[in-house]
């Protein structure tokens, strides 16, 4: 008797974790766009009761996969205001959009710091997958950025959209900035930005061009498969020495 109460209340126990360890903040899009409308979210599998500018949510959120009557978008306050989530939580934008009315973002909590090693810990993560697409004014706040191979980033903000926070690239992902020339992306982001780990290169993991007109897109692309040529010849030449 003893062992089967033990079994059963271990059991519980693990499912009432796992029911934690995936309590998320939907997206439903059901009442309008505007983020901050707590009608458009779906808050059963959470603690959170309220989604408010410049608040920090304590949870996952997700949007999408779609599609919706509405598809998220950040509207124009006064001020400039930025959907705000707790350190080490997750937003994933999955095959869907979020866009601002006006000049505002996403970011984490006050207080983040320049080093890139930091965010998505002492900030949140942002993952854009499946098509998905991230489309905020700027990011503050060691917001650590992914984005998958399918998917893009489009800032609308010049100055410093990628204020205190790094973005981490797959190849075939597309980043762009409507206010930031090559030149701008150059001196200000491109220390910010990481392809498959490794430092984005222009030219080597990154292609970065003009839009046409005051703004910028980077693609990032696979190393050139003549970067691996030397190691080649270095093992063919190891193999005609041994015969």
Same mark, same amino acid.
């Not at 059963?8 to 309008?32: D, H, P, R, Y």
């Not at 509405?70 to 124009?76: E, T």
């Not at 998958?148 to 973005?167: E, M, R």
């Not at 990032?220 to 691996?228: G, N």
């Given at each position: @008797?003893?062992?089967?109460?033990?079994?059963?209340?271990?059991?519980?126990?693990?499912?009432?974790? &796992?029911?934690?360890?995936?309590?998320? +903040?939907?997206?439903?899009?059901?009442?309008?766009?505007?983020? %901050?409308?707590?009608?458009?979210?779906?808050?059963?599998?959470?603690? $959170?009761?309220?989604?408010?500018?410049?608040?920090?949510?304590?949870? /996952?959120?997700?949007?999408? #996969?779609?599609? %919706?009557?509405?598809?998220?978008?950040? #509207? /124009?306050?006064?001020?400039?205001?930025?959907?705000? +989530? &707790?350190? !080490?939580?997750?937003?994933?934008?999955?095959?869907?959009?979020?866009?601002?009315?006006?000049?505002?973002? $996403?970011?984490?909590?006050?207080?983040?710091?320049?080093?890139?090693?930091?965010?998505?810990?002492?900030?949140? +993560?942002?993952?854009?997958?499946? =098509?998905?697409?991230?489309?905020?004014? %700027?990011?503050?706040?060691?917001?650590?950025?992914? +984005?998958?191979?399918?998917?893009?980033?489009?800032?609308? =903000?010049?100055?410093?959209?990628?204020?205190?926070?790094?973005?981490? @690239?797959?190849? !075939?992902?597309?980043?762009?900035?409507?206010?930031?020339?090559? /030149?701008?992306?150059?001196?200000?982001?491109?220390?910010?930005? %990481?392809?498959?780990?490794?430092?984005?290169?222009?030219?080597?993991?990154? @292609?970065?061009?003009?839009?046409?007109?005051?703004?910028?897109?980077?693609?990032? $692309?696979?190393? #050139?498969?003549?970067?691996?040529?030397?190691?080649?010849?270095?093992?063919?030449?190891?193999?005609?020495?041994?015969?």
């Amino acid at each position: @008797m003893t062992k089967r109460i033990l079994v059963t209340t271990v059991g519980v126990f693990s499912l009432a974790l &796992a029911c934690t360890a995936n309590a998320e +903040i939907k997206w439903v899009g059901g009442a309008s766009t505007d983020v %901050f409308d707590e009608a458009n979210w779906d808050l059963r599998g959470s603690s $959170v009761t309220a989604i408010d500018e410049n608040v920090t949510i304590t949870d /996952d959120v997700r949007i999408g #996969p779609g599609p %919706f009557a509405h598809d998220a978008q950040i #509207p /124009d306050l006064a001020g400039q205001v930025r959907l705000q +989530i &707790a350190d !080490g939580n997750r937003l994933t934008i999955d095959g869907s959009i979020i866009s601002p009315v006006g000049n505002d973002g $996403v970011g984490g909590e006050p207080g983040g710091d320049a080093d890139p090693s930091n965010d998505g810990v002492t900030g949140p +993560i942002v993952d854009v997958i499946n =098509g998905g697409q991230f489309n905020p004014f %700027f990011i503050v706040n060691d917001v650590r950025l992914n +984005i998958d191979g399918t998917s893009s980033a489009t800032f609308g =903000g010049g100055g410093n959209p990628i204020n205190l926070s790094s973005i981490y @690239m797959e190849p !075939g992902a597309v980043l762009s900035f409507l206010a930031e020339t090559p /030149d701008a992306f150059t001196t200000e982001h491109l220390a910010k930005v %990481f392809v498959g780990g490794a430092a984005a290169v222009d030219g080597v993991n990154i @292609m970065l061009a003009s839009d046409g007109g005051s703004g910028s897109v980077i693609t990032a $692309v696979p190393e #050139p498969a003549f970067s691996v040529l030397p190691l080649i010849a270095a093992i063919a030449l190891v193999f005609r020495k041994r015969r």
